[in-house]
């Protein structure tokens, strides 16, 4: 009798580990700044033929424009159309009726991560995107110290600012960003190339690398470790956004599904993962839309930035596709993460996970 006792409490503790969910495994993935409105609509007209913002308009319009946005949305992210909205689920379709947005009052990069993160917005304190230790503890540093997650939580991000964000002098979650190389010893073929590669390949922009990089060192370090909790946080969207370049921000929106697609299928096919391991995909903020030059920017004077998205595929989440109701917040994500991995992650104040997204 004590024994079924301490087990029940064993199982209350620790829901997962007593088969109330599959997932033993999330990967946590967001894209900077992607709008609502590409992602559910596809290219944008007032924008895909624009000089002020197109290089080539006869090229980008063969890529990504077609007469329906269900067509468009699909030639822009085919990952997220053809096997996450039939196996999984999307939120944040606003012309439907599902709305996420932001509790943080920032409406732009650090605010929002540390949101997405420790399931709280921290307005007096995160009000900035200047490299400041993170006072708070993320999801990733409470999984870190837990049983069963020793050494099998990891971070990658095209942003030099993450390991502040993640605080990984404190947590010691390790965090792979910005223009850092692989230590990961002993080094892989692939990643002694993408070492040099990224030397002798100039980024754009001064605190971001380009994205390929980040994707690669993950996948390298996802087959050498076999992490329980990734992290793995592309940029180039907002940045070429912000640079007013349209085409490269929607070919770099297709580069990344195409990234999502590989990992997935990598989950897919690997025993470790199979069957066992949720996508959670977001973005930290939205853009603007009216007037048109506002979807370069974001922050509390730009209207329409709080307007974000979520999106999730695994073995907890019924394949409803497109949600049409409901009104969520990205203070959600840390919690649904927690709950998917039966961890007992409580924050006053904090979100509490999407239902929609378990089971």
Known sequence: MKKNIIALALCLVTLSACGQYKTENVFIITLD??????LYTGADEQLIGNKTYVGNAEELRELFWRESPAERREVLMPFFWNTLAKEGQLLGNRELGSLVNCTNNMWFSYPGYNEILTGKADDERINSNAKIQNPNETI??????QKGF???????????VF?????????????????????????SEKEQFLNKLQ??????????????????????YVKKHSPRLVYIAYGETDDFAHDGEYDHYLKSARQTDQFIKEIWEYIQSTPQYKDKTTLIITTDHGRGTEPLDTWRSHGTDIKGADQIWMAAIGPDTPALGEVKTGQYYQNQVAATVAKLLGLNYQLKGAGKAVEAFVK
């Open 140 to 145: 990733l540093e409470f999984a870190h110290k």
């Open 150 to 160: 020793e050494g099998k939580v990891a971070a990658f991000g095209s942003w030099d």
């Open 33 to 38: 700044g992607l709008r609502w409105q590409e």
């Open 163 to 187: 390991p502040y964000i993640i605080n990984e002098e404190r947590s010691g979650v390790p965090v792979n960003a910005g223009f850092e190389k692989s230590t990961d010893e002993p080094l």
């Open 199 to 220: 030397d002798e390949i100039p980024s754009p922009w001064g605190g971001v690398r380009l994205d390929a990089f980040t994707h690669h060192f993950a996948m390298e």
